[in-house]
């Protein structure tokens, strides 16, 4: 098992750092140059644009040479510090992820833990009842090949333009302060509902439709006919097969995660929530070097700490992998 | 070597955990007429092709049925559906039909080609990595470990906004790059398990090279699954390419139906309640990418008997 | 066993789905009551939006990309201006004048800092000074002539060497603001030229409201409004709302909707279709068409260096073929104004040689541009519908703006089909920001759109922006039409605008007069429309809003960077609650 969870390590390692290094190329191999869109955004006379020019390339450091930059950028990351911002001039990327990382958070987790959940168990009930996977099997069908902001739209427009059942956007009410208060839990739950919802049921979908399929090829297999015949009940049966369907589904899971994170993206964008989404958008339009490098850092770093849990959960759920038996 | 289990390997895309499930051993070649009888009486199959039939030809004739072009100016502003502007207009006032057919022929288009980019690299990996083993293998498989790992749609969105993509097959190619992971682990799996198989060692002693015995004999005996798999890749395709193109990334020139969600929400489609702008396109999607997973689980069926409901 | 979780698992669910239907029943859609001792009261509370599009990170006020209201609620200029009569406020300086080289300010006694202070001449001193500092906005004063700042009682003299820049410098006077020398003296070069001075403890100004809340936040900014306001006291001017919350806004149409739904009471948010919802409980500062006051110009920039752009009759023939009422219609919806051919906004109406500008500049006629374009040796010999070169090669122009910015990209393709018709070959494309910037910049572009400057005190900014000499390889915030055909004339001409006092109108006009004409005859950019100083309001707390009628209500609506201390704080001041 420790050489499983070994080589898993030295992978992750390894993606980390090829991630890291194509996070730190790309914005710079690009063309456009931020300082003049930046200048351009100070709207200062021509005299001084001039000279603040020069003042922030050098302040920046976008002055020297990239091998320079990117020792400036490791050595950075292992302090914690991800550079200022360039489209916020005089905060730091670290700040400004702060405050939008826990938005994010607050929709992504929920939603993927119970959408996977809810997904599996549903999608196990329905591998088993004829009716069921009559009506549910449809439904996640529409789900799972929905657009994300495209459920977004229907539940902003239903739910919050015409019924005005939830708001439309943002994380809390304006007339509030975030605080640790029974008025602002109120007001954030029922902001952060839609978005959390829109990714809930995408989600949902695929896990349900999956684990479906994967009970119904489990009781089809000859294991359980074996059991069957030998008169084994069916519950227990049932929990065979679901133990083997979980472990594709688990493997699954991190391959999820990429894509629903993406779904929180432009999820975010509807709603208006102020998570990494948005942040995303205008450090794009505004060639935001290393605000984008941050963001990036971060998503990838969590999506690979989210798939190294998983793993450590495969090797807990799946025996094989303990005692080391390979599949070929 | 990871642990792949050759009883089952879910390949899920991640937005539909759709398993394409590997039988213990490839299907023994039916006749083509047995498989086109349990094709059309598969349910889901016909339900599939026929959704995704019905809105290619919508694509194809559609253009053909009106005078109006996508971005064509001069039509009344914000209209709903009528006899004479059959989705209505927008608040610009262009087509809504117009931009909904020919938004319907680049999603097919660009989900065929980046389906077809990101088969050609997965098997390719997946059938090298499969059939050499060893360090090749040992090597395939990190990258497709690394590609895999990292969340495709945030890459794309930087690649995107930089690389200013202005064509089709430019953005096909971009997605098809980095949508390939999954089907080359897949289809790796499935090579490693024929390629243990005796048929396959008789080819090797008659003197075979590597390439035939994969274009020979391997790849004709995992046709089936082949094509289960180009069918998720281009559902797939489908959906980032909406994505993408809702974030503004994508082809401006081109209409699009990810486009048209775009603009209705920057037109503020919602707020005045132009339904008929932001529901189509997101409709068109839906069914054709619903259509194409639901043709994968029939096709599954079809060529796995083990799954059927009888 | 299984069901049982099965059972826990879809409990887990509905308690979700249960807890935040409570929440939305009761806190959802009108937003916490008024009842609540955490919720601002709504009845003194003016929200705002349109102005943020970042997280409220910067409280700087001598840098810009500060948070909405930093630089008019919290710290305040010398003067403000009336962009509509063209006059200055005394503010913080009860006079200000010419006394040979020197400006003489006498700065108004009895105002105090919020944390108690006496607000004196050394603040003043101490401001001006900052700009002396290296990576500070305000430093072209110091290299144009201010020699330096001396200060005697309360008066404050600015000593000039040479003919001083007299338009940059009633420029400066309404928008440089003053900050405490007690707290700033304090800060590093750095923090003074680009730090952000958000700690609330130090957020010392002289105006009516300080910080309450939200530095750093992404969602909200809250201004309460202070004791002891100086303007008080002198003017009777008070502020009628406790506290104006300023909401940073993730898209247009998620503050559409907020709007609407009464949550923003004055939005600077750019509404396409706001003109049909005008009347009942929404306002705008005309009632009818273009709705919106004149706020910049919208300049089509052709890449002078490049042919045919380079043939003033092919640039006149281009403006002459663009349907510019279709764009002013059917993407804006009225909300903006056609421009008029000097490109000069309608506040500096007094400027422009009106006479002049009917007999010289251009108005669309597909025929006329046809006309032009065939007498010019435009002709087209390859029957595809387009003009060529006069040696033959195809014309087909790329016009670009940022990719995202809708109306434009839409204008632009309007554009392009109207050309059409005269026989000019348009490409629309849709570049992002950055690589727009590039293009623009390095004269890589051939037609561009652009709105850089501002409504201001004086059309000098257009001037510049249009003749600024010389051209560099970059050019980076004037002249991106590298234009230089008309010689050194045009600039020489601006150059000596500078140098008039403003209160030599007779001289000015002549040079007014000289400059527009070059701007007719040459075109060196054409001028489209003019984009509005959006704002509508919702009365439904909140009335007496600006208005192009009524005694004192013609005031700037607009809490954008710069208009708060036109007369955005007046706007405000003559609020009432409903």
Known sequence: ?328 | ?310 | MSTQRTRRAIGLVAVVAALAVVASLTAGGAGAGPQSPFALPRSETLYTSGTAWGPYSSFNPLRNGYATGTLGLLYETLFRYDPLTDKFIPWLATSGKWVGKSYVVTVRQGVTWNDGKPFTAADVKFTFQTGKLTGSQYSTMWKTGLKSVTTKGNVVSFNFEGVPNYQDWDTNMYTIPIVPKHIWSGYSATEITTGNTDSPSKQVGTGPFKYGAGAGSSQTLQWNRRAGWWATKALGASMPMKYIVDIHNTSNTASLQNFLQNKIDLSNNFFPGIDKQVGGKIGTYYKKAPFMLSANTAWLVPNTTKKPLNDKAFRRALATAININQIVTADYGNIVAKANPTGLLPTWSKWINKAQAKKLGFSYSVARAKAILAANGYKDSDGDGYVENKDGSDINLRLIVPNGWSDWMTAIQIIAESTKDAGIKITPAYPDYNGLVDERNSGKFELVINNDKQLGNTPYTYYDYLFHLPIAESQTFANFSRFTQAGPAPWALTLKLNKVPTSNLVKAKKIHSAIQKYILEDLPAIPLWYNGMWAQWNTTYWTNFPSATGQGMQNTPSTWNGYLNMTGIDALAKLKKK
């Open chain 1, 1 to 328: 098992m420790s050489r499983y969870l070994l080589r898993k390590s030295a992978i992750y390692l390894l993606t980390f750092f090829v991630a890291v290094s194509i996070d730190f190329a790309i914005p710079r191999l690009m063309p456009g140059n931020p300082i003049d869109s930046l200048i351009g955004r100070l709207q200062a006379d021509s005299t001084a644009s001039q000279e603040l020019h020069g003042f922030f390339t050098e302040s920046f450091g976008l002055d020297e040479p990239l091998w320079k930059q990117y020792l400036t950028f490791w050595r950075g990351l292992f302090h914690g510090d991800l550079g200022p911002s360039i489209a916020y001039v005089g905060s730091s990327v670290t700040e400004l992820i702060w405050t939008a990382i826990p938005y994010t958070l607050a929709l992504l987790v929920p939603a993927i833990v119970l959408s996977y959940i809810a997904g599996n168990r549903v999608g196990a009930m329905a591998a088993r009842r004829k009716t069921l996977d009559n009506t549910v099997l449809p439904v996640a069908y529409v789900l799972t090949a929905m657009p994300y902001m495209w459920l977004a739209l229907i539940l902003a427009y239903v739910l919050a333009f015409r019924l005005q059942i939830f708001p439309v956007s943002g994380a809390y009410d304006f007339s509030l302060q975030p605080a640790w208060t029974l008025e602002f839990a109120r007001s954030f739950l029922a902001h952060w509902f839609l978005p959390f919802l829109t990714l809930f049921l995408v989600a949902f979908g695929g896990w349900a439709i999956g684990m479906r399929n994967l009970i119904i090829y489990e009781l089809e297999s000859e294991y359980t006919n074996y059991l069957q015949s030998l008169g084994a009940p069916s519950r227990l049966v049932r929990k065979y097969a679901y133990s083997n369907a979980v472990l594709p589904q688990m493997s699954g899971l991190a391959l999820a995660l990429g894509l629903v994170v993406g779904g929180a993206l432009v999820t975010e964008i509807v709603f208006g929530y102020p998570g990494i989404g948005s942040l995303i958008i205008t450090a794009i339009q505004v060639r935001d070097y290393f605000l984008l490098q941050g963001i990036f850092l971060f998503i990838i770093l969590g999506v690979l700490i989210a798939n190294f849990i998983v793993d450590i959960a495969y090797v807990i759920v799946d025996p094989r992998t303990r005692t080391g038996i390979q599949g070929s």
């Open chain 2, 1 to 310: 070597m990871d642990t792949v289990d050759q009883h089952t390997d879910s390949v899920s895309t991640g937005t539909a955990a759709v398993s394409v499930t590997v039988a213990e051993e490839a299907p023994p070649r039916r006749s083509r007429n047995e498989t086109l009888y349990f094709a059309f009486r598969n349910r889901k199959l016909v339900i599939g092709l026929s959704v995704v039939t019905f809105f290619l030809l919508l694509a194809i004739v559609g253009p053909w049925l009106t005078d109006a072009t996508p971005f064509e100016f001069g039509y009344p502003t914000g209209e709903p559906p009528s006899r004479e502007y059959w989705l209505g207009t927008t608040a610009p006032g262009q087509d809504v039909f117009a931009q909904f057919v020919y938004g319907l022929r680049s999603s097919f288009v660009v989900g065929a080609l980046a389906g077809c980019v990101a088969a050609a690299i997965g098997m390719t990996v997946g059938f090298v990595g499969g059939y050499r083993g060893g360090a090749v293998d040992e090597i395939l498989s990190v990258l497709t470990n690394v590609v895999l790992v990292i969340p495709t749609l945030a890459v794309l969105i930087i690649v995107a906004a930089y690389l200013s993509v202005q064509s089709l097959l430019a953005e096909a190619v971009l997605i098809g790059v980095t949508s390939w992971p999954w089907a080359a682990r897949a289809i790796r799996a499935q090579t490693f398990s024929l390629a243990s198989r005796d048929f396959i060692s008789v080819a090797r002693l008659s003197g075979q090279t590597g390439w035939k015995i994969v274009a020979k004999e391997i790849a004709p005996n995992m046709s089936s699954y082949l094509f289960l798999v180009f069918i998720l890749l281009f559902g797939g395709s489908v959906l980032i390419a909406a994505t993408l193109d809702f974030l503004g990334l994508g082809p401006s020139q081109v209409m699009s139906l990810g486009l048209m969600l775009n603009n209705a929400v920057s037109g503020s489609a919602l707020q005045l309640g132009m339904w008929w702008w932001f529901i189509p396109p997101g409709v068109g999607i839906t069914a054709i990418v619903g259509g194409l997973y639901v043709m994968n689980v029939g096709l599954d069926e079809v060529f796995n008997p083990k799954l059927r409901e009888t």
